[in-house]
């Protein structure tokens, strides 16, 4: 049957955008360095009543900005010699007054530039939020004989986590199942209520709540700062009681083994996960036991559990090769055993069911995967289950007792397909057709849930660019799909108002690039009057699928095009997609956003004078470049969190993140990828000519993209452009990389980029109409 509806990816620690700032869903999921400090001379910076505010946009009413001092700084390899003047804006402590005096002066600056659009921000919020339904659960996740959900309050920035017992436990689990709620329920328990605990911090995001699989325990993980250094307490379900002292400056990457018995891994200086541990409940941190320790510091660990929960996996992992390694939960003395050695540019994931390991195999050869599976008792004999083919990557894999479901990408989209198994202890000699999942938007994104393994019910959420986040329940032996859970829009949203499409634009070598489009209908003219904002991303393997967010009806019902475009360095076409986007293939990412951004001018969905781009992150990166080669081509551009000085920091293996990331950037300790790098590095190539609107945004406490690679960008950008446009920087003093905690906090950031955009369009309606 034909539903309107796909695999989550275990991203490595890296430069990523977090899926909860993609997709402001109403249950956001929440996932130390070391250097001398010269002491500067203090700045000269404006005051701020010298800084006066202006109502309009217009450069003579604009206060003056900040100008940072310029203390030389030569750097050279190769013969070249490079100069930053703004290194000094670095501080690796975060404390250094001069800095911080910066910082706030830059977001003095930018009130003061927003200051006439206030009024227009704060009418957007609350339209935003007026969107939202406050008081709301999740889709209930049955875990045993309990569902665990999430509920929100009506006003409260974070969530409660709830349970309730299950009516008749013992019975199978169906697609029909609902948990009952009326006064015939089973009490609702809450667990944990986040408000609670974020009433002392300005930052609070839990990173992992794992339930015992007794269900008596819970551990979860907490960050009060924003630079994803964790507490890891473990509570009673039922009093609240805590069980034994917190785990310190740890990850979020936490399993249980067994009922007693926690796994965890820690960061090294370079905030690289690097250690294993084994605690036992009851003990104190220092007499844990580490399992494994990685020593090579181009690669991290990863943990993740079976869906049996019979083993526990730790990979090793570069961004080409992985090392597996397993733990009998069972035996947790036995400590880990290697399930594949390291071979280089094979990468590996793995799980577990009956008597076999089923392995998903990339090489250079293989390049899209392929599926494997052996028995637990010899590694070595290895039976074929799906081929690798070389147009369709099998990205992710869900196993069950009797089913296997295997997420895959063809031409750019989500594919779904679920195969029958064996009983446990046959032969697995190979699998059958497979029953495809069809899906009836033209592009649309799929994310894996978690199901119970002992069913035959597969959980997923489907979205598309005008579909709310949507749960589904489907039953894998009759391929019936049954609606449970579909996020509310308020303000009489009506998904049959939009239109979606995909376009496909073409790079300067030919490569056809795909585009995802929507826009309201009886809005849009499609003359080329339109305003347009475009997306971008583009690294990582990363696919950015067409997603809903629900701030956006903010700009679509104001006669925005939204597009994403599906730029090489991410994963949406396959490996090679990725590797065509990478190292001395980088500029491919910039060169196929330009070639998205004229197909849309050529083809009338708007012009130059209209169109406004986004990224975040290594998204960022891509923002930067692309102002710098073409900076005639766009209106305004959004660069959140920017990993924009490339080569400063890949050249500093004190940072985090670099010495992990030479396989993905290069190593520009190697002159062919130094001068590479420094050809597209966006502080390396601000230059004297106009740049459009532009505005910067950061974390001060940010781990993998540090503050001062957008706070220099912004400084050279103020030194060297010719224009008046607006140039507009703000730093989050109490956020890292992934914005602000808070639910509502997150949607007043969208409404402060969205005032941005309409203003710099010159869009904002006069006073006078904004309350009307």
């Known amino acids: ?110 009130e003061s530039v927003m200051s006439g659009t206030k009024q227009f921000e704060d009418q957007l919020f609350a339209e935003i939020r007026g969107r939202v339904k406050e008081d709301d659960i999740s889709a209930p996740v049955r875990r045993g004989p309990y569902y665990y959900y999430k509920r929100t309050l009506t006003g409260k920035e974070y969530v409660q986590h709830c349970r309730r017992l299950v009516p008749n436990a013992e019975a199978s689990p169906t697609v029909y199942d609902d948990m009952p709620t009326g006064p015939e329920a089973s009490p609702e328990h809450v667990i944990l209520d ?99 320790h ?60 009956g008597n076999h390991f089923f392995i998903r195999r990339r090489t250079d050869e293989f390049f899209n995967s392929e599926l494997l599976a052996c028995p637990v008792e010899n590694l070595s004999e290895t039976i074929l289950l799906i081929s690798h083919r070389k147009s369709v990557k099998i990205q992710d894999l869900q196993l069950f007792r009797d ?144 997603y809903f967010k629900g701030p956006r009806l903010s700009l679509l019902d104001r006669g925005f095009i939204f597009a994403i475009a599906h730029i090489r360095g991410g994963g949406e076409m396959g490996r090679p997609w990725y590797e065509n986007g990478k190292f001395l293939k980088k500029k491919n990412t910039f060169t196929d956003f330009i070639s998205c951004a004229e197909y849309l001018i050529e083809n009338k969905y708007c012009t130059n004078e209209k169109l406004c781009i986004d990224g975040r992150s290594a998204g960022g990166l891509l923002i930067g470049a692309v102002l710098n080669m073409r900076p005639d081509l766009f209106k305004a551009a959004i660069a959140g969190v920017p990993f924009v000085d490339v080569l400063t920091t890949m050249l500093d293996p004190t940072i985090p993140l670099t010495t992990s990331e030479w396989e993905e950037w290069g190593d520009p300790r190697k002159e062919e990828f130094y001068f590479y790098m420094k050809s597209y590095s966006p502080v390396d190539n601000v230059k004297a000519q106009n740049y459009p609107h532009i505005l910067v945004m950061a974390g001060l406490h940010d781990p993998r993209v540090m503050y001062s690679e957008p706070a220099k960008f912004v400084a050279k950008l103020r030194e060297l452009k010719t224009d008046d446009n607006m140039l507009v920087f703000k730093c989050e003093f109490g956020a890292g990389h992934f914005s602000n905690s808070g639910r509502f906090e997150r949607l007043r950031e969208d409404a402060f980029v969205y005032a941005f955009l309409l203003k710099a369009l010159d869009m904002i309606p006069a006073p006078e109409s904004q309350t009307s």
């Open 403 to 546: 089913h296997l479901v295997v997420y895959e990408r063809e031409n750019g989209l989500q594919k779904v397909t679920v195969y029958d198994l064996p009983a446990v202890g046959e032969p697995l000699k190979g699998l059958g057709s497979g029953r495809c999942v069809e899906f009836i938007d033209p592009v649309y994104s799929v994310d894996q849930l978690e199901s119970q393994f002992s069913s035959t019910v597969l959980r997923f959420s489907y979205s598309s660019l005008k579909t709310p986040p949507s749960v589904y329940a489907y039953d894998m032996k009759r391929g019936v799909s049954v609606l449970k859970k579909v996020e509310m829009v308020l303000g009489g949203f009506d998904s049959s108002n939009y239109i979606t499409e995909r376009k496909w634009a073409t790079a300067p070598d030919g490569t056809p690039i795909p585009l995802s489009i929507v826009y309201r209908r009886n809005l849009v003219k499609l003359d080329g009057s339109d305003p347009l904002l475009l997306y971008g991303y583009g690294s990582y393997e990363i696919c950015i699928d067409p």
């Open 194 to 292: 986040e408000n609670v605990k974020a009433q002392e911090h300005s930052f609070y995001q839990i990173g992992a709540f794992k339930v015992s699989p007794n269900n008596n325990l819970v551990a979860y993980a907490e960050d009060t700062k924003g630079d994803e250094i964790y507490t890891v307490h473990v509570i009673d379900v039922e009093t609240g009681t805590p069980i034994g002292k917190p785990l310190a400056n740890v990850t979020s990457d936490l399993e249980w083994a067994g009922d007693k018995t926690l796994v965890y891994t820690t960061i090294d200086e370079i905030h690289r996960p690097y250690k294993v541990w084994l605690h036992k409940l009851g003990t104190d941190q220092s007499s844990d036991t580490c399992l494994y």
């Open 1 to 110: 049957m034909v539903i309107p509806f796909a695999s989550s990816l275990r991203y490595s620690y890296s430069r990523v955008l977090s899926s909860a700032v993609h997709s402001a869903q109403a249950f956001p999921v929440s996932s130390a360095l070391t250097l001398s400090r010269r002491r500067l001379p203090d700045a000269r910076f404006p005051t701020t009543a010298e800084m006066s505010t202006a109502a309009d946009s217009g450069s003579s009413c604009r206060p003056a900005p900040p100008v940072a001092k310029k203390v030389e700084h030569r750097m050279e390899l190769f013969g070249d010699v490079r100069t930053d003047n703004y290194y000094w804006l670095r501080d690796d402590s975060r404390s250094d007054p001069e800095v911080l005096a910066y910082l706030r002066q830059e977001n003095e600056y930018s």
């Open 294 to 353: 990685e020593k090579d510091d181009t690669f991290s660990l990863e943990l993740h559990a079976s869906e049996s929960k019979q083993f526990l996996f730790v990979s090793s992992e570069s961004k080409t090769t992985t090392v597996a390694l397993y733990l009998n939960v069972s035996k947790p003395e036995e400590g880990l055993k290697i399930l594949m050695p390291r071979v280089d540019g094979v990468d590996l994931s793995f799980s577990h069911r």
